[in-house]
């Protein structure tokens, strides 16, 4: 089993599409959080420790994950989706992009 986080900054739109869309996948625990301080859910060294993998959904997330969190990313899998904030929750494009990039990572 894997556990894999999804971030991106609010934790409205992209993280939780992410999450919503993996939650049914076998042998895979999915969550999601937000770089934001006012995030809806917002990220804590907790969730770091917990995922084998963290999916990013820009690069600037991903330098505030590695900032805040280096010591927690050892052994972990951190990777950049690319995916600027340019879709609402559930979006079907979104939807597309998700499940064309994220499972060639798990």
């Not at 927690?72 to 989706?81: E, F, W």
Request: glycine letters at 2%; aromatic letters at 8%; a neutral charge.
């Amino acid at each position: 089993m894997k556990n894999v986080l999804f971030v991106c900054s609010q934790n409205k739109l992209r993280s939780p599409t992410a999450e919503q869309v993996f939650s049914g996948w076998e042998n895979i625990e999915v969550s999601s959080a937000g770089t934001n301080n006012d995030a809806c859910n917002p990220l804590s060294s907790d969730q770091i420790e917990w995922a084998d993998i963290i999916f990013v959904m820009e690069k600037s997330h991903r330098n505030k994950v590695l900032r805040q969190y280096k010591k927690s990313l050892i052994g972990k899998r951190l990777v950049c989706l690319d995916i600027p904030d340019d879709y609402d929750y559930m979006d079907p494009a979104l939807i597309r992009i998700l499940e064309a990039k994220i499972p060639r990572y798990l």
